[in-house]
């Protein structure tokens, strides 16, 4: 009786419409899931990739990141002098600075001499410089030159080194026309700098880097006693530090690398163009079909007109119909959705997973989308004359 009285014969009317032609309802609701998994794969794969930009950086350990001046990102940076680092060290809330060297470099595919480059970042391993425990256990074996360790996750094209490594310990290789034996594996994925990564010491690093210098760091960290106020020891360092080198807290420097490939690079425009065509392509679709629902429903929806029926009701009618088709839509485009985040990452190891937050996002864009889709197909049955009709 309460339903009735809230939405008098609408749901019926509303579903009975759509379900009276098969074959058009099931083309709605599959435009609809098209624009649904278009839009959330987008946004996931958005998170994604700027999560795993700046995956290298969130495995450092560091409570306050030197970069120099000119710094744009961690593949392309102009270095700074290391004597900065020792004087942030002179502070006495910094417990450790390690400085670091990084850059992408020349490997060779030993199956088939190929050349890919593969990003290195290199340190004294006598200091801890990752929180990542995989790594931290293997460093000591970075203590010799000419060692390295290699990502596991690096994309298959760089080499077989993964296997070789998994079979027998260690894999030999070429970086920069320089033998390097990789001894040990960990886990960060590529990012937009390289397909790989690889860690080693800064004596094997430095060679192999044009001009490389020790004097000269490409990134340095500096890690705090506990209980200190990283923003206080930012701002402390600002002051006696030269203007040739940039602060930044943890969390800024990682918000400061998503930024830049966000905002400077194609990829943020390309990702939110890709949304607006999904969307798009789903409110033609779904006005397409209300709209032929409309004019083939026009006599029975002339005759209610003519015996008092408002042109309410019947708008009412068509945005039901676009709430039915945005529910039925949205949930089968959300489970293909988890299928494709599934196999991205198995293929791209990348960390695509479906975000509740997304869901909602992407549900009400796509309920919005079904009733501007509704609304401007009733135009042409708000302004029928029941008498022309006839």
Known sequence: MLLNRIIPLGIPLAWLNLVKEKKRFFAAVAGITFAVTMMMFQMGLNSALFEQVVGPHAKMKADIFVVSSQYEYLGVSKGFPLRRLVQAEGLAEVEQVVPMYVGALPLINTENQS???????????AREAFSDPEISSQRWKLKRDGVALYDRLSRPELGPFVREVEQ???AVTEVAN???????LF???PTFVADGNMLMNEATFLPLWPGGDRAVVSLGLIQLKPGADAEAVLTELGSFLPQDVRLYTRKGFLEYEMQYWRERTPIGFVITASMAVALIV???IVYQILYTD?????????????????????TGVILQESVILSVFGFIPGTALTAVMFYFTRQVAHMATYLDPLNCVIIFF???FMCLIAGALATRKLRAANPAEIF
């Open 115 to 125: 050349t890919r480059e593969v990003f290195i970042m290199a340190w004294d391993p």
């Open 168 to 170: 027998s310990g260690e």
């Open 178 to 184: 320089r033998r390097v034996t990789i001894e040990g």
């Open 187 to 189: 886990s960060c994925a």
């Open 282 to 284: 789903g409110a033609v």
């Open 294 to 314: 409309v004019t083939d429903h026009l006599e029975e929806y002339a005759t209610l007109k003519s015996i008092g029926f408002r042109d309410s009701y019947f």
């Open 365 to 367: 864009l796509t309920l």
